[in-house]
T-cell receptor, first 114, second 113 residues
């Protein structure tokens, strides 16, 4: 009964390095989302996916890429990290027929780019 | 992009006091949600609202969907130390598909024993 699991929980990158954040859900949810959380700005949508093999841009997609090769996994990639990408990243998922629109969130990945 | 204006940004209260926070938007939402985030964790859904004027309670929490569909408020009665955290409003626009939510900036709540 893990829900949404994000790895890693913490990471420090140097400017220009690349990395991939992994989100895994075991609830067979169709929709998955990546948000970033910055102080005073709430959560902003980076990319989302409505099913295996499909992805779409959110509000702040620049500098990020995503892939959803398997229904249970949603990967967020940073090809060339910048200090502006220092943030806490949250993955969320939701069932297609979920009535209350409530997401299930992971516990977050805190990324620092130096 | 679309933004929700959430206020206040932070609150410092004494245990036992009531709390009120609200969100406003320039656009019409068809769903309003309130989440709470504990330190080091992801947000957890508290209350969901689906109809204009709807008033819903969850224990000591009460939330309302504004008549104009452009605002919502959350009240917490008789606060306790475990109410500490960040509270977010979130809304789904009528024109938004795939369950995408727009979040407010958050209200940081501190409760002094």
């Amino acid at each position: 009964n893990a829900g949404v699991t994000q790895t890693p929980k913490f990471r420090v990158l140097k400017t220009g390095q690349s990395m991939t954040l992994l989100c895994a859900q075991d609830m067979n949810h169709e929709y998955m989302y990546w948000y970033r959380q910055d102080p005073g700005m709430g959560l902003r949508l980076i990319h989302y996916s409505v099913g295996e093999g499909t992805t779409a841009k959110g509000e702040v997609p620049d500098g990020y890429n995503v892939s959803r090769l398997k229904k249970q996994n949603f990967l967020l990639g940073l090809e060339s990290a910048a200090p502006s990408q220092t943030s806490v990243y949250f993955c969320a998922s939701r069932r297609l027929t979920e009535i209350n629109y409530g997401y299930t969130f992971g516990s977050g990945t805190r990324l620092t780019v130096v | 992009g679309q933004q929700l204006n959430q206020s206040p940004q932070s609150m410092f209260i004494q245990e036992g006091e009531d709390v009120s926070m609200n969100c406003t938007s320039s656009s019409i939402f068809n769903t309003w949600l309130w989440y709470k985030q504990d330190p080091g964790e992801g947000p957890v859904l508290l209350i969901a609202l689906y109809k204009a004027g709807e008033l819903t309670s969850n224990g000591r929490l009460t939330a309302q969907f504004g008549i104009t569909r452009k605002d919502s408020f959350l009240n917490i009665s008789a606060s306790i130390p475990s109410d500490v955290g960040i509270y977010f409003c979130a809304g789904q626009l009528e024109s938004t598909s795939y369950g995408k939510l727009t979040f407010g900036q958050g209200t940081i709540l501190t409760v002094h024993p």
